[in-house]
């Protein structure tokens, strides 16, 4: 499957940004669908996942209750809703889908990744 994420920017903190991504090439419902992050200097981390059916959701602490992801199958496109950004919240966004994608690891044994999209939020 084919990945393309989109919707990074620059931000201030406080702002908000809708993060994108579009997967194409097989079955959108075949895959959980994730969201990482790896900011300069650290290891890639767990953001959020939202499993086949969109029935369940899971985010790393960082982020919970100023996220919200969300998929739509008909669009075969996942999203990344982030309010109250922080300046620690700066880092490339990873799109991945997988068969399954474990909640607060990685990512190390995700088959497919998006590109990724710059996200920075200025303090």
């Known amino acids: 499957v084919q990945l393309q994420a989109s919707g990074g920017g620059l931000v201030q903190a406080g702002g908000s940004l809708r993060l994108s991504c579009a997967a194409s090439g097989r079955t959108f419902t075949n895959f959980a669908m994730g969201w990482f992050r790896k900011a300069h200097g650290k290891e890639r981390e767990f953001v959020a996942a939202?499993?086949?059916?969109?029935?369940?959701?899971y985010y790393a602490d960082s982020v919970k209750g100023r996220s919200t992801i969300s998929r739509d199958n008909a669009k075969n496109t996942v999203y990344l809703q982030m309010n109250s950004l922080k300046p620690e919240d700066t880092a490339v966004y990873y799109c991945a889908a997988d068969l399954t994608i474990v909640p607060g690891t990685r990512g190390d044994g995700v088959d497919y990744w998006g590109k990724g999209t710059q996200v920075t939020v200025s303090s």
């Open positions: 939202i499993m086949r059916s969109g029935d369940s959701a």
